[in-house]
């Protein structure tokens, strides 16, 4: 079973004129590399994949796998059609990856049965680990507490990305032991690796990942005021990353930075200037 320890990249997808910035999206990667990720998501929510064609989702992946191992890459999928769903599942699985993220159907509201079946069918037809993205205020479905200890039994389930808000949930996975668990929202990273969780998929560790990295690598050597020290240096800018729907304010932050330009697929829309002006000031506190 594959590891899905450290800090993950849920990564943008960088646009230039309304096309996919390959150029840009190498550079970035190639930064994050350095600055000590374990891997990437690739098309998952902050990759705007709801705005990509699967032809473009293919396409970043392919490119994503030229410049990262592909034990350090997972691909979301996500999509309430389950058989559209599972034919690009075996396209995906064609390449070699870390695992698939899979969230619950969204919009169709299954039962808690429903989501079993859902997950059941996805994980038999995996032939990578799936990764469980628990957030139902996007999938508009909670995965309650006992039906998500039941679908992560499954042996192709090695981890979730928990968005679930519930923290006695998150304390019962991980003390189940059955999957890693990684935080999902960016605030509950520090959290998350004080009870015992794997470390997390990430939004905001766009910007200044090497201090996410050396907040984990502080818990796990148990200098907890030294990762507490790291995590509210950082909290300031995983506020700001998520006020306005993300990736909005970690792009317009990117670009701010120079990495990518400020561009999103409609209907997502740039940052109102009140948000460039806040990310202006934390940024500013995280430079060197």
């Known amino acids: 079973m594959s590891s899905f320890r450290g800090i993950w990249v849920a990564l943008v997808t960088p646009f230039r004129a309304g096309e996919i910035d390959f150029a840009a999206l190498q550079a970035l990667v190639g930064k994050l590399l350095e600055d ?38 997972i691909m979301g999928l996500a999509g309430n059609n389950l058989r559209e769903l ?27 049965q429903g989501l079993e079946a859902f997950f059941r069918q ?13 957030i139902p205020y ?31 949930t998150t304390m019962a996975l991980i ?14 990273i520090f959290g998350n690796l004080c009870l015992g969780g794997a470390g997390a998929i990430s939004a905001s560790a766009h910007v200044r990942a090497d201090l996410y990295v050396h907040m984990q690598r502080l818990v796990e050597e148990g200098d907890l005021p030294g990762a507490r020290r790291t995590f509210y240096r950082l909290l ?20 701010l930075q120079g ?17 460039l002006e806040r990310l202006h000031g934390v940024l500013a506190t995280l430079a060197d």
Not at 259 to 275: F, H, K, V
């Open 36 to 73: 000590g990720v374990a891997g990437f998501v690739v098309c998952g929510t902050t990759g705007e994949a709801a705005a990509l064609s699967h032809a473009e989702q293919l396409a970043v992946l392919d490119a994503v796998l030229q410049w990262v191992p592909s034990q350090r890459v």
């Open 236 to 255: 300031p800018w995983m506020q700001a990353a998520f006020a306005e729907p993300n990736p909005a304010a970690v792009k317009a932050a990117l670009a």
């Open 175 to 188: 003390a189940d032991g059955n999957v890693e668990v990684l935080a999902g929202e960016d605030v509950q």
């Open 122 to 134: 996805v994980a038999d037809a995996s032939t990578v680990p799936v990764v469980l993205y628990d």
């Open 86 to 112: 599972l034919a690009f599942q075996q396209e995906v699985q064609q390449r070699p990856l870390a695992g698939v993220l899979v969230p619950a159907p969204y919009y169709i509201r299954p039962s808690q």
């Open 259 to 275: 990495q990518i330009d400020d561009e999103l697929r409609e209907p997502m829309q740039r940052c109102a200037p009140a948000t």
């Open 138 to 168: 996007r999938t508009g479905v909670r995965i309650e507490r006992e039906t998500l200890r039941r679908i992560v039994r499954h042996p192709r389930i090695a981890a979730i990305k928990d968005c679930g808000g519930d923290a006695e």
